[in-house]
């Protein structure tokens, strides 16, 4: 196990209510990003490789999306809103 799990900012940017953090951790060289929305109380982390850091850090609602995270999407119960289309 590792002794200090902490991980230390290396960047942060906030704009409105959000907060997106990018995180590293020494001990394992593991990379993620952080987001807090203060407005809703709603916050995701992300696991980010050094290839791919940056882009994740300035697109985390990109790739949340790809990975399937329902990040501020609220179930329509009615199914109010929905279109079926004819195809």
Do not use: C, I
């Not at 960047?11 to 060289?29: A, H, I, K, M, P």
């Not at 407005?39 to 790739?63: I, K, M, Q, W």
């Amino acid at each position: 196990m590792y002794g200090n799990t902490a991980y230390t900012e290396l960047d942060q940017r906030t704009g409105d209510s959000v907060t997106v953090s990018l995180l590293w951790r020494s001990e394992d060289n593991r990379l993620k990003v952080a987001v807090t929305d203060t407005s809703t109380g709603e916050e995701f982390e992300l696991a980010a490789h050094p290839e791919n850091a940056l882009d994740v850090f300035h697109h985390p609602f990109a790739y949340a999306a790809f990975r399937g995270l329902d990040y501020g999407v609220e179930a329509m119960a009615s199914g109010a809103g929905v279109e079926a289309r004819a195809a």
